[in-house]
């Protein structure tokens, strides 16, 4: 497990949490931060003891403030876009076959707010603030916000976001969709932790099957999302987790799911 000054990797009870952590730099993403949390991920992703993620950043402040702008400053647009082409750290999140929750801490900006975007909850502090000040830089989002923003919150307000840069709170994230969930700041930690173990206790097999059904609604028209869905209820339905679950019901008990 990765466990060095970037990223913290600390492991309970089937969930990880990985922190980000950079906090005199409010935990902007730089190279190193980026394939650390890669590597995490990828660790994460073939250990069948953790069965959630949480993703937040160290301190009070910030959860992410964005892409470290100082490696942008000696970089040509090939250098950058060569960078871009490795294995994104929204990618590692996306295509991470178990859910993963983003803690949202304090600051929630660019490549910040682009990465609490690809993953699956964003539970939020009441002192969070959210955007995409990628225009103020004279460049755009590019770790996918022009695309999973209006996913998340419709045309008019991911536009508007990305046009003015403009900072909102927590509350407002809630509001347009952004946000799922607000909590005061001194309870995020327990309130996701809690979170993070009920889910812990369903079977890995029917969250993995939900989050790539409800994953594909995003890419797939309706026809084809239902027929990947069925094929997945079958999986979901051949596996031991439902017999498991069929007989805690029918027994009066909590099920014991194991993943097979
Ligand atoms: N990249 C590199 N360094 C960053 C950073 C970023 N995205 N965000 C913050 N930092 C650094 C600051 O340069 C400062 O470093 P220093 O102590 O060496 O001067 C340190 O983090 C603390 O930042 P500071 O601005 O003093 O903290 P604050 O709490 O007053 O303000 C922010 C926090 C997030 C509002 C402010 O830092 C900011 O606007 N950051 C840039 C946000 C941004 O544009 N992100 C999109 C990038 S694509």
Redesign the pocket.
Known sequence: MTQDLNILADIKNRVATLTINRP???N?LNAATRSQFIEAMGQLETNDEIRVVVVTGAGD??FV??????EFAGRSAVDQLEVMKRRTVYEAVDQFPKPVIAAVNG?C???GCELAMACDIRVVADNAKFGQ??I??GIIPGGGGTQRLPRLVGLGQALKLMFTGEIISAQRALEIGLADEVVPASDLRTHVTRLAATIAEKSPIALRCIKEAARASARMPLDEGLKLETSLFGLAFSSEDKKEGIAAFTEKRSPEFKGR
Do not use: M
Request: aromatic share 4%.
């Open positions: 005199d730099k409010r902007a402040r910030a403030a964005g892409a470290d702008i100082t600051y900006l660019g490549t000040p990628e103020n830089l």
